[in-house]
Structures are given as C-alpha cells and as structure tokens.
Nanobody, 127 residues
Framework: HVQLVESGGGSVQAGGPLRLSCEVS????????AAWFRQAPGKEREGVAG????????DYAASVRGRFTLSQDNDKKTVFLDMLILKTEDTGMYYC?????????????????????WGQGTQVTVS
C-alpha cells in the first residue's frame, strides 16, 4: 500500500509562486510515475504534470508548460511541483498520484484513469 501526503497549498496572488510537495511512502514501487492533477469546482479532474522516477522524462500539460516545474528528491521520496507564475485559472484542489512504471499521458498531460494511488489533495487558490 502506497501513502501519499501533499503539502504546500495555500492562497497566493496571481503572478506569484507556490511549491507543492508530495511525500511518497509505504510499499512503493521501484520505479514509478508520480503525477499531479487538479480539479476546480464544477470541472473534471485534469492532469497537470508527471515525472518518471526511473529516468529524466517529465510531462506537462500545455496549460502549465513553461510556468510549472517538476523535480524529485529520491532520498526522501518526495516530488515537488514548483508553480512559478500562477494564474487565477490555476485555482483548484491539487492531488498527487503514483502508478507503477512509466507515465501515461495524452497531449503530454497524465491520465487519471491509469493511476491507482492518490493523496488527499491540497487546495491552491489564486486571486
């Protein structure tokens, strides 16, 4: 069983940065994809970015490419999402998820249906 704990959410003004963290623990896979998703009120959950821990591949949805950056700390099994330039449309609940193996994406955005381990989410509000 894999446990995921997100942190770092909060309220920020448009144009400002925010860093989200996802700590992965428990019966983790050797190499896996860790991804971030978000869901705004009244909208479907959408893939934001994904990183494969076994290599250098990183995927970003078009809506965040150039503004968000993924990184990982393998020793602590933590994945970071640096949201460098936030827009009001980035507001939503952000979820961390992992799956065994490579990331599965459509148009470079991770696909939620392929992930079976999820965190509880952390709220990001941009005004």
């Amino acid at each position: 069983h894999v446990q995921l704990v997100e942190s770092g959410g909060g309220s920020v003004q448009a144009g400002g940065p925010l860093r989200l963290s996802c700590e992965v623990s428990g019966n983790t896979y050797n190499k896996y994809c860790a991804a971030w998703f978000r869901q705004a009120p009244g909208k479907e959950r959408e893939g934001v970015a994904g990183i494969y821990t076994g290599g250098v591949n990183k995927d970003y949805a078009a809506s965040v490419r150039g503004r968000f950056t993924l990184s990982q700390d393998n020793d602590k099994k933590t994945v970071f999402l640096d949201m460098l330039i936030l827009k009001t449309e980035d507001t939503g609940m952000y979820y961390c998820a992992v799956r065994n193996g490579n990331c599965v994406t459509r148009n470079s955005a991770p696909i939620a249906a392929f992930f079976d381990n999820w965190g509880q989410g952390t709220q990001v509000t941009v005004s």
